[in-house]
């Protein structure tokens, strides 16, 4: 059975009683009780866990060691996959049938593609007289947000472990059972004391102590951007390296020519996703002026299918916000927009139970591309559309965001489309629906972040390169 009360950290190899005092509450979100408990670290305690990582800290660890390591962690961690899933639903609301594939599949898929990754990677190379050195960076600090808490433990931690560096892994307060699910697999795989630590606590101590700490080499940081020019701001006072994965408000372009029906519908199911709590969610879905009308009908035909309600039920598709502050920032979004002139075509700001965190799928039409909804990320299940006319304006709208993490291209031909995408000032595209790939890069441009996720480039972000120039041979 999954384990909801948690009253240690994980330090050195041990589960310890935290300095700190007291207890954060893990709350139901669509039930609004309390099921479970993580301690409430301190500075302290950060302490502790940076001194443990330092001296577990092998700067010539074996590529042999990295590859047992990583294994062991993803087969005990495979092992506990329906359990997390469990946990994922009952902390954070996702839908069992996201929670059984999502939340826990698509993690495992890239564990595997590091695993695979580091296989094959080459850790010296040749470039004239140097001999090039990729080492492990050294001591991380991987802070996660609470939508995906399994995928966002296993995109920092895994590639860390297979380039040989240790961890001080801080989770998020709303979402944190899962991730002491993942840390306890950890020590079924019997990776070395220090290899792993865990600390849960506010942001503001625990999360800024790890970002300003002289002894942590590399912060690794996943939420919002706001969050996350502040952990840049303290790594910069030790000239530490920084990866920021940050919010997204990603444009789906449906271009003339391209299926409507099917864009549509992979469209409005990329943004309700998790309930809409998905940085790479294509929030704004822009449509030829003259499709404008058929696309609003089809949108609202597939809106209705989007069913809301318990977590637990297999039949429902949209959960609960994850927290009451998520539920309320979402409402407010709503509502402004309302305000804003938007045209409300489906869902609203009202609550659909008078328990829990519940809102329906909302739909805006003819949103400003300059308003706040336009430009804003609300990581709830918020649609806005928006017409445009002509390819240029059409890039003018995707590119007019401080955001540039993902979206989406569909045109009537892959050609057509990729041409688009080539314009677009954004991390990752799908060219017609191009599938999901776990070892592509994934990062954002402008506010959206610093560094890259998955596969090889991911692994690159915890290597150090050196150079060695040698006596060229007579």
């Not at 005990?76 to 329906?82: I, N, Q, T």
């Not at 449906?254 to 943004?271: Q, R, S, Y």
Request: charged fraction near 20%; aromatic fraction near 8%; proline fraction near 6%.
């Amino acid at each position: 059975m999954p384990n909801f009360e948690h009253d240690t950290l994980f330090i050195d190899g041990q589960w310890v009683t935290p300095s700190g005092s007291g207890v954060i509450d893990v709350v139901d979100p669509a039930t609004e009780a309390v099921i479970g408990h993580v301690p409430n670290g301190d500075v302290a305690d950060v302490d502790t866990a940076v001194a443990s990582a330092r001296r577990a800290f092998d700067p010539l660890i074996t590529v042999a060691e990295r590859k047992d390591r990583l294994h062991r962690v993803i087969d005990a961690m495979e092992k506990r996959l329906p359990d997390i899933a469990d946990l994922i639903t009952a902390e954070m609301g996702a839908p069992v049938r996201i929670a059984q594939t999502v939340q826990t599949q698509v993690p495992l898929a890239v564990a595997r593609g590091f695993a695979k990754v580091l296989d094959t990677f080459e850790f010296e190379e040749r470039i004239g007289n140097s001999l090039i050195l990729r080492e492990p960076y050294g001591v991380v600090g991987a802070i996660t947000p609470w939508n995906y808490p399994l995928y966002q433990v296993v995109a920092k931690v895994l590639p860390a472990i297979a380039a040989g560096c240790t961890v001080v892994l801080k989770p998020s307060n709303e979402a944190p059972l899962s991730v002491f699910a993942f840390v306890e697999a950890c020590e079924e795989a019997g990776l070395p004391p220090g290899t792993i630590n865990v600390v849960s606590g506010p942001g503001r101590v625990i999360g800024e102590r790890l970002a300003s700490h002289s002894d942590v080499d590399f912060v690794s940081f996943t939420g919002s951007t706001g969050v996350g020019a502040r952990v840049g701001e303290l790594a910069g006072q030790s000239i530490k390296k920084v990866a920021l994965e940050l919010g997204g408000k990603s444009a789906n372009v449906i271009l003339e020519g391209a299926d409507l029906a099917t864009a549509v519908k992979v469209g409005v199911g990329n943004a309700f996703l998790n309930g809409g709590q998905t940085c790479m969610a294509w929030t704004r879905m822009l449509v030829p002026q003259k499709l404008y009308g058929e696309a609003l009908d089809l949108i609202e035909g597939a809106v209705a299918r989007y069913t809301v309600g318990d977590p637990r039920d297999p039949a429902t598709r949209i959960g609960p916000s994850a927290s009451r502050s998520q539920f309320d920032t979402v409402r407010g979004f709503i509502e402004r927009a309302q305000r804003d002139g938007a045209r409300l075509l489906a869902g609203g700001a009202e609550p659909i139970r008078d328990v829990g965190f519940f809102l329906a799928p909302t739909v805006f039409a003819d949103v400003d591309p300059d308003s706040e909804l336009g430009q804003e990320e609300v990581f709830g299940p918020v649609l806005a559309v928006i017409p445009y006319s002509g390819s240029e304006d059409a890039l003018r709208i995707a590119n007019g965001t401080s955001y540039g993490l993902s979206g989406a291209v569909w045109g009537a031909t892959d050609d057509d489309a990729i041409a688009f995408a080539r314009g677009v000032q954004t991390g990752q595209l799908d060219i017609n629906g191009g599938a999901y790939n776990p070892a592509a890069p994934f990062g954002g441009y402008k506010k959206s972040g610093i560094g890259r996720e998955l596969g090889r480039f991911g692994f690159e972000e915890y290597l150090q390169t050196k150079s060695l120039q040698l006596k060229e041979r007579s």
